[in-house]
């Protein structure tokens, strides 16, 4: 059974910056693309970014530029470094395992239980 905890959340001023950890279990983590996902109250939960086995990375335009996805293979970990944050990018956001787009919407193979990020303005 895999499981993914997320670590890093928390409170920060608009502006400022935060680093989320994914922690994976599992033996295959560094043949495995990995991603990460929010959602925001009342909204559904929406693509942030994904990095591929072989290190190939993609962002929503609504973050390109200031969050940075990065995995240590070694520590079967993913990273999401996040700067320059927003009120709007408040959320909770998820660890994904395997993510991959199906009929228009997200899936993947595992999902972490989440971890919020709340940025005051």
């Known amino acids: 059974q895999v499981q993914l905890v997320e670590s890093g959340g928390g409170l920060v001023q608009a502006g400022g910056s935060l680093r989320l950890s994914c922690a994976a279990s599992g033996r295959t983590f560094s043949t495995t693309d990995m991603g990460w996902f929010r959602q925001a109250p009342g909204k559904e939960r929406e693509f942030v970014a994904t990095?591929?086995?072989?290190?190939?990375?993609s962002y929503a335009e609504s973050v390109k530029g200031r969050f940075t996805i990065s995995r240590d293979n070694a520590k079967n970990t993913v990273y999401l470094q996040m700067n320059s944050l927003k009120s709007e990018d408040t959320a909770v956001y998820y660890c994904?395992?395997?993510?991959?787009?199906?009929?228009?919407?997200?899936?993947?193979?595992?999902w972490g239980q989440g971890t919020q990020v709340t940025v005051s303005s």
């Open positions: 994904a395992r395997g993510p991959r787009e199906a009929r228009g919407q997200y899936v993947a193979d595992y």
């Open positions: 990095i591929t086995w072989r290190y190939g990375t």
